[in-house]
Every structure is written in structure tokens, then in C-alpha cells.
């Protein structure tokens, strides 16, 4: 929105400044300065959302989804969707392989293996 009104303001000020009125170089101003002010509260609450986007995204409970995955097919091909997209094993990037050990009676996805063939994990 306040990109917006700043090319607004813009437009604005091209009308204006041919006209040479006094005000309307105040009203201008004070347009402007209601513009920058609403663009630093965007600013300011976008480093305090942030903290909230990651806390959210650390809330996922990896152990049960493994769990899950290790008894249904669906999901455990999701996982292997995104292991293979992402290039990662299990929940925690690379070394996860780890977590699936535990669900998987020692062995682990076919799609964390570095080499890829049926039966490899």
C-alpha cells in the first residue's frame, strides 16, 4: 500500500510543482512525510513478523512425521518427493538419515542414498 501511494505521490508532485502554490508544496510534504512514515512501520513490522514465520516453521514435530511416514505410503512418498528435491535425508538436512534408523528397523529411505537404485536404503 505504501508503494502506492508513493507512486501516487509522485504523480502528485509532477501536477504540482508546474503551478508554483505555496500550499500546495506544504500539502505535498506533508504527503510525503505520512508515506515515509507508513513505509517505516512496514519495515518495522516485517523484522518483528519474521521472528514469528520461523518460530512457526520450527514447530513441526519431525519425530512424528517420520513415524507417520514409516507407516503410510502416501506420506512416506511425500518425503521422498521432497528428500530428492531437496537433496537432504529425514527432517534435519543431510545427516538425518539418522532419524529414519529409528522407524525404519536400521535402514532408511531409498531416496537419501547418495547413488539411487531399489532397495539401496
Known sequence: ISSSLSIFLALVGFIVMPKKHFNLYITLACLGLVVFILQIIA???SFLLID???????????????????QDKHAMTV???LQIQYKCCGGRGNSGYDEWE?????TYPDSCCTVR???CG
Do not use: M, P
Not at 520461523?54 to 507417520?68: G, H, I, P, Y
Not at 529409528?102 to 536400521?106: A, E, K, R, V, Y
Open 43 to 45: 519495515v518495522v513490522f
Open 52 to 70: 514469528n514465520v520461523e518460530s512457526d516453521f520450527n514447530k513441526v514435530n519431525v519425530d512424528a512425521e517420520l513415524r507417520k511416514a514409516a
Open 79 to 81: 518425503w521422498n518427493t
Open 102 to 106: 529409528s522407524h525404519l528397523n536400521g
Open 117 to 119: 537404485y531399489e532397495g
